[in-house]
């Protein structure tokens, strides 16, 4: 399974998202301000990805500051939290991970446990977080396989694979299960401009698993809906609201509209730290503005006429209306979602 992101001795070990499918290499994060940095830069992307690398941060924090005491350390605890947080707006997962890793602080520190006692349990939570993801992953994964043709075609968009979690992946886990039990899946990875998200890494893993994909341009998948050629959408999220509105990469909101439009199955796979009840509806979703060179250059080469308008939002919002089923560690939703993401939720124990 493809190591995603570790902790090491000498801190935390992302494999370079940006340099795949090319150049497998890895960068170490000596620091908390270089895992933001990695986030940032997107070394490391993909939601539930980016909430556990947040938390290894608050730990490698805690393990290299100064501070002799928890009283010493909760203003620079602070500070590094809102640093994280301030990396990446949209993905939720950030903000549970910071939020979770808060929770083991605050009491620790009013009972007055040493600092080291501190570390140790922080960095047990960031441990625990990392194999709850993978966890989640495989429960989506058996939980999704069903939902999938014996036999065809499904389309998915950006990378909701390995790559973006701690293991096995989110929509890619869906299709990984699915193959596992024998069903003949034909992967169309759109290349999702203009990070190539599907082209560069959503190929990589799926060749890498031997399993059957094609990568088409993003203006492709209507025409090969029209000719039967996909008969299921699976992508991930970055958050979903209490409503069941979803919020994935740029473009999943066009091919949600493609899919209802030929009949087409639409499933959102997504661990419940990307729900957000807390925003009612995808339209207070925070959305995510990146560096216009993004989309004016590739590779170093400038592609648009100097001092043209870029407009470059991260991601967008599909509409409940559009999605089929939401498939999470915790069982199979299907629209209208409001009533019954907040009764899974307040049963959430059940399911660990």
Known sequence: MISTLAWTPEGVRFIDQTRLPL???YVVAATWEEVARAIVTMVVRGAPAIGVSAAYGIALGAKITGAR???EFAPELERICAGLASTRPTAVNLFWAIDRMKQIFAPLAAAGKPLDE????????????YDEDISACKAMGAHGADLLPDEG?????????????????TALGVIRAAVERGKRIHVYADETRPF?????????????????ATVLCDNT??????????????VGAD????????????????????????????????????????????????????????????????????????VNPAFDVTPVKYVTALITERGILRPPCSGSLRQMELVGAAWG
């Open 221 to 234: 998948a209507a025409s090969l809906m029209r000719a039967g050629r996909i008969q299921a959408v699976v």
């Open 23 to 25: 150049e497998e290499s």
């Open 69 to 71: 005491t928890a009283a």
């Open 153 to 169: 075609g499904v389309l998915t968009h950006c990378n909701a694979g390995a790559l973006a979690t701690c293991g096995y992946g």
């Open 239 to 310: 958050r979903i609201a209490a409503n069941g509105d979803v919020a994935n990469k740029i473009g999943t909101y066009n091919v949600a509209i493609l899919a209802r439009e030929h009949g087409i199955p639409f499933y959102v796979a997504a661990p419940w730290s990307t729900i957000d009840l807390a925003t009612g509806t995808g339209d207070a979703i925070p959305i995510e503005e990146r560096p216009a060179i993004e989309v004016t250059h590739h590779g170093g080469r400038q592609l648009t006429p100097r001092g043209v308008g870029i």
């Open 196 to 212: 190539l998200q599907g082209a560069r890494l959503t190929a990589w893993e799926l060749m890498a698993d031997g399993i059957p």
């Open 118 to 129: 501190i570390r140790e349990r922080l960095l047990a939570e960031a441990h625990a977080m």
